[in-house]
């Protein structure tokens, strides 16, 4: 059931945002919380899987940069190029690791963002239109912002000896 909505959610663009992250927190129980000042979900991870998670956000953070700087020169080619190279092909690198341990809530938003970025592609060579992909673009940032809000990653704390 939860699948289902979370797919649903995120499959059509979103007019609100902040409706979309009380949804995803409402979907999200019986985990491990940050302090009260924070209130995300806590996601412990080994170093090597912190690194690839957040290696991934900051080659997504970037390509969205250079997207932007093609739609402000409005190169359309290039705008299909960079969101192809972010798209779904970027989100099956290496993560076999990760599905036993991300939430599927998480990874399902991560999809979606790679699902996104896909569709910027096909519409940017099929459109040429700047306005749309910005909108596009403008949903996709919607998503990362949920998930933003709703996750914390921290290294996973070696048990003390008792």
């Given at each position: 059931?939860?699948?289902?909505?979370?797919?649903?959610?995120?499959?059509?663009?979103?007019?609100?945002?902040?409706?979309?992250?009380?949804?995803?927190?409402?979907?999200?129980n019986g985990t491990v919380w940050a302090d009260a000042a924070d209130g995300r979900q806590v996601i412990e991870l080994t170093a090597a899987q912190r690194a690839h998670v957040l290696g991934?956000?900051?080659?997504?953070?970037?390509g969205t940069q250079t997207l932007l700087a093609a739609l402000a020169a409005d190169d359309m080619a290039a705008v299909a190029r960079q969101a192809s190279a972010l798209g779904m092909h970027m989100?099956?690198?290496?993560?076999?690791?990760?599905?036993?341990?991300?939430?599927?809530?998480f990874m399902q938003l991560g999809m979606a963002v790679h699902q996104d970025f896909?569709?910027?592609?096909?519409?940017?060579?099929?459109?040429?239109?700047?306005k749309h992909s910005l909108q596009q673009l403008s949903t996709t940032l919607s998503t990362c912002?949920?998930?933003?809000?709703?996750?914390?990653?921290?290294?996973?704390q070696p048990q003390q000896k008792q």
């Open positions: 059931m939860k699948s289902s909505i979370l797919t649903g959610l995120f499959v059509r663009p979103q007019k609100s945002a902040l409706a979309g992250l009380s949804f995803a927190l409402a979907l999200i991934e956000m900051r080659v997504l953070l970037s989100g099956h690198k290496a993560e076999n690791h990760l599905h036993d341990v991300l939430p599927p809530a896909d569709r910027i592609a096909a519409d940017a060579e099929s459109r040429k239109d700047t912002a949920v998930c933003h809000e709703a996750y914390q990653i921290q290294l996973i």
